[in-house]
């Protein structure tokens, strides 16, 4: 129980995690210490806490993590979605480019006005 080695990683078992989550929730050492004390890397605890802890047990300083961890994802998307409305906008000006040169065209081969002039009367 707790801890096996396999292909020299150290693997925890589920009940492991779980103990060492409620240990961390119980006592009164910072996050750093807690891991210095058990020998866990902080980001294998990270993990776990994110993963295992329940969700109105995360301090503060985590949730501010989760937070700025969905705004940058929130930036990502937007900046996406920015990126595809520009491509979307270029799309659009070279669609009217070429229909303002169609009718240009049209104009001069035929001698016909195809543009509705102002003040025109029907």
């Given amino acids: 129980m707790g801890t096996r080695t396999f292909k020299g990683r150290k693997v ?3 009940a492991f995690k779980f ?3 409620e240990e961390y929730f119980s006592g ?3 996050f750093y210490d807690f891991c210095k004390k058990k020998s866990l890397d902080r ?3 990270n993990y776990w806490l994110l993963t295992f802890a329940p969700e109105g047990y ?3 300083k985590e949730m501010g993590k989760e937070k700025e961890r969905s705004e940058s994802e929130e930036i990502r998307e ?3 979605q920015l990126h595809q409305k520009e491509l979307e906008l270029k ?3 070279m669609r009217a480019d070429f229909y303002e040169t169609m009718v240009d065209v049209a104009e001069e081969q035929f001698n016909i006005d195809i543009r509705k002039k102002a003040g025109t009367k029907r």
Avoid: C
Wanted: glycine fraction near 4%; hydrophobic fraction near 35%; charge should be positive.
């Fill in 43 to 45: 980001g294998t605890f």
């Fill in 58 to 60: 995360l301090s503060s």
């Fill in 19 to 21: 103990a060492v989550i």
């Fill in 78 to 80: 937007l900046k996406r």
């Fill in 91 to 93: 799309k659009e000006k």
């Fill in 28 to 30: 009164n050492l910072s």
């Fill in 12 to 14: 925890y078992d589920t």
